[in-house]
Nanobody, 115 residues
Framework: QVQLVESGGGLVQPGGSLRLSCAAS????????MAWYRQNPGKQRELVAA???????NYADSVKGRFTISRDNAKKTVYLQMNSLKPEDTAVYYC?????????WGQGTQVTVSS
């Protein structure tokens, strides 16, 4: 059974940093693209960053230059380093693994940016 578990969320002041982790189990991790999404109540889930199996990355315009996605295939983990955080980055952050036409999601981790 595929399982994704996020961690690393919390409360941080504007301008601060957080590092999110998403650990996968029950699947061979390396061949599949991974992504981070975020969602606020009443809003659609939006793509934040994605990384291919080969390490190519892409980012939402709103986070370019501030967030960095990376992966460690040996640890079956994808990371999201978030710097220069803004109040508008507040959301529940989810990781996703794409295996062909199937999507696997974690349970989410809350990130709150507030003074």
């Amino acid at each position: 059974q595929v399982q994704l578990v996020e961690s690393g969320g919390g409360l941080v002041q504007p301008g601060g940093s957080l590092r999110l982790s998403c650990a996968a189990s029950g699947i061979t991790f390396a061949p599949y693209p991974m992504a981070w999404y975020r969602q606020n109540p009443g809003k659609q889930r939006e793509l934040v960053a994605a990384i291919s199996s080969g390490g190519s990355t892409n980012y939402a315009d709103s986070v370019k230059g501030r967030f960095t996605i990376s992966r460690d295939n040996a640890k079956k983990t994808v990371y999201l380093q978030m710097n220069s955080l803004k109040p508008e980055d507040t959301a529940v952050y989810y990781c996703k693994l794409q295996r062909g036409g199937l999507e696997y999601w974690g349970q989410g981790t809350q990130v709150t940016v507030s003074s």
